[in-house]
T-cell receptor, first 114, second 115 residues
Framework: SAVISQKPSRDICQRGTSLTIQCQVD?????MFWYRQQPGQSLTLIAT?????????ESGFVIDKFPISRPNLTFSTLTVSNMSPEDSSIYLC???????????FGPGTRLTVL | GENVEQHPSTLSVQEGDSAVIKCTYS??????FPWYKQELGKGPQLIID?????GEKKDQRIAVTLNKTAKHFSLHITETQPEDSAVYFC??????????????FGKGTLLTVNP
């Protein structure tokens, strides 16, 4: 299966600031996704990161708050902008591996906003 | 959109017993049903999945069953061990192709295996 890394693994940030999370995959993948997991909760899809075009956002998530880049088939970034304590969550990158047609997750970025 | 319900929310078993977690889904077009295990401080790990062309799939101590008519699927863990303790998530999607890759998750089951 694809090996996925995320940076940073955790961070503590002040409200009003922004944080960019990086996701790197060890092989080329077609589909990359960003999820949010609030404390003790399930996973909610934020957006699909499309290579070479704008990300596709789910209901309740907007580009101004969560800008996403995907410059190539192995890398994507998610920025959490103008953070508030409600943004404290685990942010997870996932990829759909073409051969196995299965979705794998990175280790997550644990964000705390004070 | 798809809605996935998962039960129970917590499950406590004795080591060696079996554990069963059940999920129902609403979208009849869903045809891919993965299960993920999430240990504390880690990302979800895919442990088994099933597609709508089969009714049951096994991998050592874990198995998944699917009933498309009733729109429910279940995870079965036999001979549970303390290292099986984790949060388990079921999910559903329409499968391959574009936005069909999107997974909708259940709320999770905290499984505790007592030694």
């Amino acid at each position: 299966s694809a090996v996925i890394s995320q940076k940073p693994s955790r961070d503590i940030c002040q409200r009003g600031t922004s944080l960019t999370i990086q996701c790197q995959v060890d092989s080329q993948v077609t589909m990359m996704f960003w999820y949010r997991q609030q404390p003790g909760q399930s996973l909610t899809l934020i957006a699909t990161a499309n290579q070479g075009s704008e990300a596709t956002y789910e209901s309740g998530f907007v580009i101004d708050k969560f800008p996403i880049s995907r410059p190539n088939l192995t890398f994507s970034t998610l920025t959490v902008s103008n953070m508030s304590p409600e943004d404290s969550s685990i942010y997870l990158c996932s990829v759909d591996e073409m051969v196995l047609d299965e979705q794998f997750f990175g280790p997550g970025t644990r964000l705390t906003v004070l | 959109g798809e809605n996935v319900e998962q039960h129970p929310s917590t499950l406590s078993v004795q080591e060696g017993d079996s554990a069963v977690i059940k999920c129902t889904y609403s979208d009849s077009a869903s045809n891919y049903f993965p299960w993920y295990k999430q240990e504390l401080g880690k990302g979800p790990q895919l442990i088994i999945d099933i597609r709508s062309n089969v009714g049951e799939k096994k991998d050592q101590r874990i198995a998944v069953t699917l009933n498309k008519t009733a729109k429910h699927f279940s995870l079965h863990i036999t001979e549970t061990q303390p290292e099986d303790s984790a949060v388990y998530f079921c999910a559903a999607s329409r499968g391959s192709g574009g936005s069909n890759y999107k997974l909708t998750f259940g709320k999770g089951t905290l499984l505790t295996v007592n030694p």
